[in-house]
Nanobody, 113 residues
Framework: QVQLRESGGGLVQPGGSLRLACTVS???????MAWYRQPPGKQRELVASIQSGGATIYPDHVKGRFTISRDDDKNTLYLQMNSLKPEDTAVYYC????????WGQGTQVTVSS
């Protein structure tokens, strides 16, 4: 069974940065991958996606602040988050873009002064 392990979350002040990482227990090169987040009391939402060929897509509320990247040699997905806002507070998850693997534990990101 495929395992996803997210890391890199933490407490950061507004305007700060974090870099999240997600390791996958199988080769990722053929998959379109994505980062998702689930704010407190809300549904999980997509925050960034990257196709197998490297093309990226972001929703407007993170565009210009978040950057998704991948290292298929390491089966690892990254999310660089800059200019963080309190509304970015959430548990962050990685997964395939569609036809999900079993979800990992996620990593908590808290943006607060």
């Amino acid at each position: 069974q495929v395992q996803l392990r997210e890391s890199g979350g933490g407490l950061v002040q507004p305007g700060g940065s974090l870099r999240l990482a997600c390791t996958v227990s199988r080769s990722t090169s053929v998959y379109h991958m994505a980062w998702y987040r689930q704010p407190p009391g809300k549904q999980r939402e997509l925050v960034a996606s990257i196709q197998s060929g490297g093309a990226t897509i972001y929703p407007d509320h993170v565009k210009g602040r978040f950057t998704i990247s991948r290292d298929d040699d390491k089966n690892t997905l990254y999310l660089q988050m800059n200019s963080l806002k309190p509304e970015d507070t959430a548990v962050y998850y990685c997964n395939r873009l569609v036809i999900f693997f079993p979800w990992g534990q996620g990593t908590q990101v808290t943006v607060s002064s």
